[in-house]
T-cell receptor, first 112, second 114 residues
């Protein structure tokens, strides 16, 4: 059974710093991995999706990497801003099913 | 472009009551999903649909039913509400053109069963 872990559960950093969020998964046979952000009281917004054949994806100040062999993904945020404060979730899709397995998220606070 | 719209945003039910959570999307996506999110837990898939007339169970389907008569709409029905169904419910949609595309989420329905 796939399990997805995100550590730490919460993280506070000063504005302007670069930071890395971690996601680990137990079964390396994944189809893709997706990073989301969730603002309080809102739904999830897709940030980046990495197919299993890819090693990384970039969008603006965000860069996500995928290492299937070690069961890890990282989300790198450059030059953090207060508007980046949110909960970040990762989710993996296995082969042959529609199920996304989600982590419990990292709640990020950027301190002005 | 509204994306995925869920109604209602909040609802309080008594044990044993029934209700339907509405979800509609205007992106012509063939795939639609229902998740529940409990405090401190990851999202769990309840039901999904790969197109009109086709639905299938997810990880936690007990106590719920769905239908998909049109591409746009994917309602979730609770027949006999139980306290364990207190949760935040999210509807999502996506397309698949070869590879799976990112899922787009609604803002959720916060449901309390008392």
């Amino acid at each position: 059974k796939q399990e997805v872990t995100q550590i730490p559960a919460a993280l506070s950093v000063p504005e302007g710093e670069n930071l890395v969020l971690n996601c680990s998964f137990t079964d390396s046979a994944i189809y893709n991995l997706q990073w989301f952000r969730q603002d309080p009281g809102k739904g999830l917004t897709s940030l980046l999706l990495i197919q299993s054949s890819q090693r990384e994806q970039t969008s603006g100040r965000l860069n996500a990497s995928l290492d299937k062999s070690s069961g890890r993904s990282t989300l790198y945020i450059a030059a953090s801003q207060p508007g980046d404060s949110a909960t970040y979730l990762c989710a993996v899709r296995g082969f042959g099913n529609e199920k996304l397995t989600f982590g419990t998220g990292t709640r990020l606070t950027i301190i002005p | 472009n509204a994306g995925v719209t869920q109604t209602p945003k909040f609802r309080i039910l008594k044990i044993g009551q029934s209700m339907t959570l509405q979800c509609t999307q205007d992106m012509n996506h063939n795939y639609m999903y229902w998740y529940r999110q409990d405090p401190g837990m990851g999202l769990k898939l309840i039901y999904y649909s790969v197109g009109a007339g086709i639905t299938d169970k997810g990880e936690v389907p007990n106590g719920y039913n769905v239908s998909r008569s049109t591409t746009e709409d994917f309602p979730l029905r609770l027949e006999l509400a139980a306290p364990s169904q207190t949760s935040v419910y999210f509807c999502a949609s996506s397309s698949r053109t070869g590879e799976y595309q990112p899922q787009h989420f609604g803002d959720g329905t916060r449901l309390s069963i008392l």
